[in-house]
Structures are given as C-alpha cells and as structure tokens.
C-alpha cells in the first residue's frame, strides 16, 4: 500500500470516529431533552439556591400639603431556623441555654395562647425534627420585629439565633374612607382608581434576594443582604385637600342619613385649573351602612334633569333667540309637545314670566317652550351647541372607569331622535351625563368660557425631590360668547338670590348656580313610588370665582327630595369652608351654639410635634392610636377614637401650617426659609399662601384665632 492511500485510510478513519462521536453526542443530547427532559427540569427546580424576586416598597399618595392618603407599611412573617449554623458549637449550645428564657418571652409577647411550657416542648420537638422553617409569628409590624430581634437567643442574629424575617407591604390609608374610592386599590385581581392608573409610577423596580430551599415551596432568605436591591416606587401627589375631602364627606354623609338617600357624591375643582379639590363617594352596604363603594362622579351616568337647562339656555343665549326679557307664558305650569304632557313641579304664581324667571324657578314648561320656539325648526342646530359646549365628551380625568355622556344627535342618532327631544333635552332629560362631566361644563362658565381638563395628580416625587408636574389643560378655550356668558352669570346668580336655592344666600360670598330635580323612574304613574335625583351645581364667589362645586343625592326618601332641599345644604357647608381660608373670620348671626359633641371637645384635628401631643394625651388621660412615624403629625377622630397621621413636607413647596401653634408653625418655616408675619392670637387658622405653592421671596402671613 502506497504511502498516499495509507495516509488516506488513517484520515477515514478518524474522520468516521469522530462523526460517530457526534452522533452519539446528538443522540443523547436528543435523549436527554426529549426523553429525560421533565425529570431534569424536575431536579433543576429542586436547586438548593435560587434567586427569588420580591416586591419593591411602593410609592406614597399624597394630600396636597404632603399628608399619606396611601402608604405602604412593612410586616414581618418570623420563622426559626433549629439547625442555625452558629448556634452549636464544641464550647457551647445556646439553645439549650437561652430556650427557657426564649420560651417565656413568646408566650407573654407574640403567642400569648400558649404556656412558656408548651412553647419550650413545641420548640425543642422541632429542633429534634431538623425544621428549619418553624413559623413564630405573622404580619408583626416594624416596631415589634426590633423588639423580636432583642429576645434571648434571636439578639444572636441569624447565624446564631435562627431568626428568619420575611417582610411583605401592606396598604394602608391613614384617613380611612375619605376619597377611598379615587385613591383606589392594588391587587392582582382587581385594580381601581389611582392606585391603579399610576401603577407603573407606584410600584417601583423588584429586587432579587438569594434563597436557600429547605423544603417543598419552602425558601428562607440566605441572609438580610438582596442581591439586587429593589428600587422603591416614586410618590404622586394629588390635588385634594383633605380639610376639603372631610367637610364634603361629613355633609355627604349627614344628608344621606337625613334624606335616607341611596347614595350619594360631591366633587369641588379648583376654577383656574381644573385641579380636583375633593371626591366624595357614598353608597350604603348591604347592612345598609354608609360606605364608599363606588365612584359615582366618575362613573355613574344619569339624566341630570334641571341642572342641564343652563346648557339649554346657554344654546338659545347664543343663537341670539332670547334674552332675559324674552317673554313666556306658563299657564298653569302644564304644556304639551305631540299630545305628551310637559309639566312643572310646581304650579307658577304667575301666567305670563320671562326667561328670567322661568330659570330661577326652573320651571320646565317655560325653558321648553322657549328652546322649542329657538330650535323646533333646526335640531341638528340644538345638538351642535351641545357638542360645542364640550358636553359630547369624556373629561378625560385620570382614573378609569368615566363613560361616555349620551347626546341624541338627530343626523347620528336618527332612530331616538323623537319630535318630544328638544323640549325634553332642555330640562336635562333623554340625555346621560355623570356628575363631573356637568361640573366640567358649569366650570368654564365659571372660568369665562375655558373649559379645564379636571385633574387629581399635580406633581410626581422620587425621595421627595420633585420629577414631574403636571400642567392644568385647557380643552376648549372659548366656548361661550361675551354676552351669552354674561346672561348666564346673571341667571346663575338670579337662583341663588331669588330663586329655587335661596338658602345659599349670605352676606359674607356670593354663589352663582343651578338646582336639578330629576325624576328617575317617570314612567311610573304613581307619584308616591318615584325615585328622584337631587343636585345642584354652581361656583363661588360668584364675581370673582375661585372653586366650583357639584352635589348629588340619588332617591332622598324622606326631609325633601328637590335639589335645593337635600343637595344645596351640602353644597353650602362645602362652600362655607373653603371661603372660610380667604376671608377675616365672622361670627355668625341669629344662630344658637348647639351642644358640642364629646369627640368635639378633643384635641384632634390639629397639627404638631409627635412628642408634645403624647405628652398632652398622656397629661388628660385620653388614649390615641400612635400609627405616626413622622415628627410631624396630625390628629384626626372618627368612631373608634382619636388617632395621629404622618404629615409629610414636601421640599420647595410651602407646608400646611393651620391647626398648628405659632411655635412649632414659626420652627417648621425656619427650616424652610419662609419668612412669616403673625396676625391674631391663639391657633394658626388660614395662611396667606396656599399649601404646596411653590416657596418664593414673598412673607407668609399666618392669622390666628
């Protein structure tokens, strides 16, 4: 054999063992992947180490002085490791030499039901049984844990002591049910409100902790160091005002119980803005208690009835077919249109009235005549006025859940569009608008035509540095005529002076607005078995307007039923306590003082440092809930007694300091650079400048009372 095929044969031969090789090689590659491949995955997951993530610490929701409407708060599950590492050794066992001492401690602190005895036997059965995993105690808040961690044996650590902590956030809202529905929840299931739309902002980066496996779906951290630090989430600060949110949620709450209503809902904005001062929400329970299960200004739509005449009005104002003096007659407060009776509440004092007249005392028969007579002939006219005022549109707020308003078009909506559509649209029927897309409207009346975005987040912070701040948006910036808008001020104000919501009248502001009484459920003939929607909607002060303000009270059973019966007195305390911070106080005239409650008599609802109210409550022997972690605290009362809420202060902008006493209000402003001038004695009840305006040269002037 020639040297050249030698030297062939050698290379076929290596070649064909190696290609045997691989062959083997994909073969069980093959094998293992596809035959073998659920046992391996099996046994990858029964990996003694792993990385295991955990959830960030979420972000805050915040009033807008800074006070947590949201907050996450730490809890601790403890476990006991028996088989610690370090708690044996050749010279010494610290089980069995701190067990007595460890057992005792438990049963008087975290296991109160069992015996110091029973606790020792439990404990020494474990650890003769290896277990690792031996729970102690769950959600054990913070202060408690660094108790647990100076118990004999766990102070060892845990090397030595066996003391495991698995820590998980808990949600909470230190003011309970106030605006419980627009801050909303979290969860995997069901996410609402702002919790909800602001989710990505909230919930921050996870983070990856190692974990040893020490028993089916049994994992304990390997120590208290992550591995990737979870990144907490960044706070958002809202617009409302929680002196604003109390008073509409007491108002809210009292007529329901007065009127024996199903539910109920107030939302103030601020004119200039848009920005949302305060949402109220209240339904009942089944058990028939008051609740805030729903976000009825944001999601419940319904026929307004009366309040929607101003949008009827306004349409004809702007045609140029009336004025104030355009006369009307009303006959004995019944009308027809197409053999289908339109009629008033009441039977009118007089026959013949004008526009004027007709919209004070919101008689139907004289606003449907007087929109039939302007747009019988051109009803695609009428509608158009209604997409023109905005009134087609959602408000777009930031929280889920806001419908569509429903507005007969009579081009779109050919099939509904009935020749009894006009007059009734006028007086708010065979339409659905919710509670805050008719505020929308009736704030840019306010604000001489420029219709606002409402808002409920203003700012964003990341370690209360601040990151983003939202602008106020203008949806339609001139919506209105000069002199259609100067009509409407006068009939607005005209209610309130004269007309169907005279109880708003005082001497001290002005109001401008509309009450509504709707009827539900007219199809029903018996008068005694119809449900009815109480409203009103306005702003003040009237010349100069500041706030603008919406009342909803669904079916009033008893005390009265029309709007300015059982919404307008909501509205009122509503309107009496914002005026209330921007003007000299006033005593109140021919009113006598009613008894103060118990809980009246309380120091709650003040402003302070953490350790002068404990040495107040303790001096007086009255005992509050200490949930405050913060140096400065605010105390609040509801019926299971006086508690304290963290007030937080945001950098750059200025703090709240009403409720407060000069000292600690004059300390608190040092540290920001805020000059204040005091006026008065006694507490802090207004200040010159809003809270979380941004902090410039000016002095702040604080009045006492």
């Not at 070649?15 to 990858?44: C, H, N, P, T």
């Not at 004695?681 to 305006?693: A, L, N, Y």
């Amino acid at each position: 054999m020639s040297r050249k095929k030698e030297f062939l044969l050698r290379v076929y031969v290596v070649f064909g063992l190696f290609s045997l090789v691989a062959l083997v090689m994909i073969g069980k590659a093959f094998y293992i992947s596809q035959v073998e491949g659920d046992y391996w995955r099996a046994k990858a997951k029964e990996q003694l180490f792993v990385l295991m993530p955990f959830e960030a610490e979420r972000g805050k929701i915040l009033a807008d002085d800074g006070s947590p409407m949201a907050i996450s708060l730490p809890f601790f599950e403890l476990r006991f490791d028996t088989q610690a590492p370090g708690m044996k050794d050749k010279n010494r066992d610290l089980f069995k030499e701190c067990i007595d001492s460890l057992s005792l401690v438990l049963s008087q602190s975290l296991i109160p039901d069992r015996s110091p005895l029973e606790i020792k036997t439990w404990l020494v059965r474990e650890r003769k049984a290896k277990n690792q995993y031996v729970l102690i105690a769950r959600n054990v808040d913070y202060n408690t844990l660094e108790l647990v961690k100076k118990f004999p044996l766990f102070r060892y650590g845990q090397n030595k002591g066996g003391l495991r902590t698995i820590r998980h956030n808990r949600r909470e809202k230190p003011f309970k049910i106030l605006a419980n529905r627009t801050i909303g929840l979290f969860r995997d299931s069901l996410s609402i409100g702002l919790e909800n739309s602001f989710n990505e902002i909230l919930k921050g980066e996870e983070g990856e902790r190692l974990m040893k496996k020490i028993g089916d779906h049994q994992y304990l951290p390997v120590d208290e160091v992550s591995e990737i630090e979870a990144k907490k989430g960044k706070d958002i600060v809202t617009t409302l005002n929680i002196g604003i949110q109390e008073v509409a949620q007491e108002a809210l709450a009292e007529a329901m119980l007065t009127h024996n209503a199903d539910k109920a809902c107030a939302v103030v904005m601020d004119v200039k803005t848009g920005a949302i001062c305060a949402i109220a929400n209240l339904g009942r329970s089944e058990s028939g208690e008051l609740v805030e299960n729903y976000n009825y200004a944001v999601g419940y739509s319904s026929e307004p009835g009366s309040t929607l005449k101003t949008a009827s009005t306004l349409a004809m104002l702007e045609e140029g077919a009336v004025n104030l003096k355009t006369p009307v007659s009303l006959g004995n407060g019944i009308t027809y249109f197409y053999n289908k009776e339109m009629k008033d509440s009441h039977t009118p004092n007089i026959s013949a009235a004008d526009l004027y007249y007709a919209f004070i005392e919101s008689s139907n028969v004289g606003i449907s005549k007087l929109a039939w007579s302007s747009f019988g002939n051109s009803p695609s006219k009428f509608a158009a006025y209604y997409e023109k005022f905005g009134l087609t549109q959602k408000t777009g707020i930031e929280i889920g859940g806001e419908p569509f308003p429903v507005i007969k078009n009579p081009i779109k909506n050919r099939n509904i569009w009935y020749g009894t559509t006009i007059p009734w649209m006028s007086v708010g029927y065979e339409l659905q608008l919710t509670p805050l897309q008719i505020l929308t409207f009736y704030n840019a009346i306010a604000n001489n035509g420029r219709m606002m975005k409402p808002f409920l987040v203003k700012t964003i912070l990341d370690n209360d540095e601040e990151v983003k701040r939202f602008s106020p948006t203008v949806l339609k910036d001139s919506i209105f005529s000069e002199s259609a808008l100067n009509q409407i001020h006068e009939l607005l104000k005209g209610v309130v002076q004269e007309g169907t919501a005279t109880l708003l009248k005082n001497d001290y502001y002005s109001v401008a607005g509309k009450t509504g009484t709707a009827v539900t459920n007219y199809f029903v003939k018996d008068d005694l078995h119809k449900d009815y929607q109480a409203s009103f909607c306005g702003y003040f002060p009237a010349e100069n307007p500041k706030y603008s303000c919406i009342v909803v009270v669904y079916n009033p059973t008893q005390g009265g039923y029309y709007g300015g019966q059982a919404a307008a007195p909501v509205f009122k305390k509503i309107a009496d306590h914002c005026m209330r911070t921007h003007m000299e106080p006033v005593a109140a005239i021919n009113q006598q003082p009613r008894p103060l409650l118990a809980s009246e008599l309380l120091p709650v609802g003040n402003y302070g440092h953490r350790s002068d109210f404990k040495e107040i409550f303790q001096h007086i022997g009255v005992p509050f809930k200490q949930e405050a972690k913060g140096e400065w605290i605010r105390t609040i009362a509801d019926h299971s007694g006086v508690f304290t809420v963290p007030v937080q202060n945001i950098k750059n902008l200025i703090p709240d300091v009403r409720g407060m006493g000069l000292r600690d209000a004059m300390f608190l402003l040092d540290d920001y650079g805020i000059k204040a001038i005091p006026v008065g004695r006694g507490k802090i009840v207004r200040q010159s400048k809003d809270p979380g305006s941004i902090i410039s040269n000016e002095n702040l002037i604080l009045y006492l009372e």
